[in-house]
């Protein structure tokens, strides 16, 4: 059987049905009173409720709502329904259905589905966030899963580990085109393609997007498996999105407000995140307590108070020299990353997770905020590459910056230095145990996180990416030579991966924190191993990583 086939088979397995790519990724090729196209899904728990998601489709294809009921049970045969109600599949929510189910206990599993004109979804199991004293605590961590960059191995990994909620850190999806930004093993030989083909720019398209990756089977299987806990980052939208502005918004692609609005409304019709009962688009940084051992705070470092990124090339030349481009402009002290309600509301949330004596303040966001500089590599090693059309010039660019130990990401924190300073400041006041929680990059990373005065403020975990590629793309070097330069040139990096794909576990008790990357073998290959790497850990009150 093909690895496509075989693929197909796991779906179908599932309680769906392939045939030609439509109706956002899915066909139907039997009739039905209902259709069920693309999964279900659990989010955002709490102690007493948890959201529940499906996406029905009507039997006939012309209807505009489609009625149906869900169910919370005990057991997967459903013999003890402890909570159910009804609701609605509608055309201008693109037939998602979202309901926050209450009534539930705390610290509980559940499985729960959907019914529709007499036709069940597949079941979900899903858990109910803890109150009291909690011994243990695991998160799977996940970002960057790129469709046409390889398979979702990690996804199939996290929906087959023991874990209590799954994180995911942003880029869900990405926007591009067909053949930009791809592994062409996994866009050819695989049949990995993206719908639309074109780079998604409306509504309609971010939905064909989202619609698509859900039919991925292994997507569905860590949905199916386990409550998500969810924030975008930039590709959910369009490439390094800032509040007014993107990288990856062109000349001739519409209004940039109007595209963030859609790309929010797919985002918001897709995700099992907790909305409003219109699907408004508020703000996405909230805060869950899991019982008295920690808060999990997730923030929106991408959107809603960011400040343009700055530029080394187009922003040196305009200032005349580095140093005054570090003192106008990447030190200004007016730049923002998280705005400044945003901020106000953190230091809140902060405050209260002190004042209830929570051990830990974890915060789950999207880009790294531990000092990563540039490093230098030796000439005759450069000389050795084979680097890309595409990293040719910016490998010589970073080289030129290297000895004024700049920062090697402007996205990132590193490119808002007044903004962490006020952020580890709100730490070191308000918090017990500090933990910080990164995608983005495709990497893993461990950082102790130190204020400008060189005082611990906390840790910092990074998770490798899904699929979508890491370092080892653009600059070639053996992984331990590349993790020794990194670590030369970036005093708080206490580790590295810059070479392999996968997911992060992190695992809270009383006494520690503990972090594990788990990686998969290969991302285009249809069968994998995955192994974890080794364990970094803190313990409560040390706020630095153990040696």
């Known amino acids: 059987m093909s690895t496509l086939l075989r693929r197909r088979s796991l779906l179908q397995a599932s309680g769906a049905s392939l045939g030609v790519l439509s109706l956002r990724g899915f066909a139907i090729d039997k009739p039905a009173a209902a259709h069920f196209t693309h999964g279900i899904a659990s989010g955002d728990p709490l102690s007493d409720r948890v959201i529940l998601w499906t996406r029905v489709l009507p039997g006939n294809g012309n209807a505009q709502a489609v009625p149906c009921t869900w169910q919370v049970a005990t057991d997967e045969t459903f013999e003890t329904v402890i909570a159910s109600g009804e609701a609605v599949a509608r055309a201008e929510r693109d037939f998602t259905v979202k309901v926050d189910a209450t009534g539930l206990a705390p610290a509980q599993s ?57 994180l995911h850190l942003g880029d869900y999806i990405y926007e591009y085109p067909v053949g930009y930004y791809t592994n062409p093993v996994a866009e050819n030989q695989f049949g990995r393609k993206v719908e639309p083909e074109h780079e998604i720019l409306v509504l309609e398209d971010y939905r064909m997007r989202h619609g698509l990756y859900r039919t991925d089977p292994d997507l569905q299987a860590a949905h199916a498996a386990h409550p998500w806990i969810t924030v975008w980052d930039d590709h959910e939208m369009m490439n390094d999105t800032w509040r007014a502005g993107a990288e990856n918004h062109d000349e001739g692609e519409g209004d940039f407000f109007q595209r963030i609005h859609a790309a929010r409304q797919a985002y918001h019709e897709w995700m099992p995140i907790r909305t409003g009962p219109e699907g408004d688009q508020g703000v996405i940084y909230r805060a869950f307590q899991i019982g008295d051992l920690a808060d999990l705070i997730m923030l929106d470092t991408r959107l809603v108070g960011r400040d343009k990124q700055l530029d080394y090339a187009e922003d040196i030349k305009r200032a005349g020299s580095v140093e005054v481009f570090l003192k106008d402009d990447l030190y200004s002290p007016e730049r923002q990353m998280l705005g400044k309600e945003q901020e106000a509301w953190l230091q809140n949330e902060l405050q209260e997770s002190k004042a209830r004596g929570a051990t830990w303040q974890v915060l789950g966001q999207q880009v790294l905020m531990g000092k990563l500089n540039i490093p230098v590599i030796p000439p005759e090693e450069l000389a050795k590459l084979e680097l890309s059309e595409y990293a040719k010039p910016r490998v010589a660019e970073a080289q030129q910056l290297a000895p004024y130990g700049l920062p090697s990401n402007l996205d990132a924190w590193d490119g808002y230095p007044a903004a962490r300073e ?86 809270l008790t009383p006494e520690s924190a503990a972090a594990q990357w788990q990686f998969v073998s290969s991302v285009v290959e249809p069968v994998y191993t995955s192994q974890f790497g080794s364990k970094l850990a803190v313990q409560a009150g040390d706020r630095e990583l153990e040696a």
């Open 422 to 507: 006020r952020l580890f400041a709100m730490l070191s006041a308000h918090a017990t145990n500090p933990i910080s929680l990164a995608g983005d990059t495709h990497n893993g990373w461990a950082f102790n996180l130190t204020n400008a005065q060189g005082e611990a403020v906390g840790v910092e975990w990074g998770t490798p990416g899904v699929s979508s590629p890491g370092l080892e793309n653009y600059v070639p070097l053996p992984p331990e030579q590349m993790q020794a330069l990194l670590k030369g040139s970036s005093p708080e990096l206490v580790a590295c991966d810059t070479s392999q794909r996968g997911w992060t576990q992190v695992t």
């Open 110 to 166: 559940y499985c729960y589905r959907f019914i529709a004109n007499g036709v069940s979804s597949p079941v979900g199991c899903t858990r109910t966030l803890p109150v009291g004293p909690v011994s243990e605590f695991k998160m799977a961590v996940a970002s960057c899963s790129n469709y046409p960059q390889g398979f979702f191995h990690a996804y199939r990994d996290i929906a087959e580990s023991n874990v209590d909620v799954v």
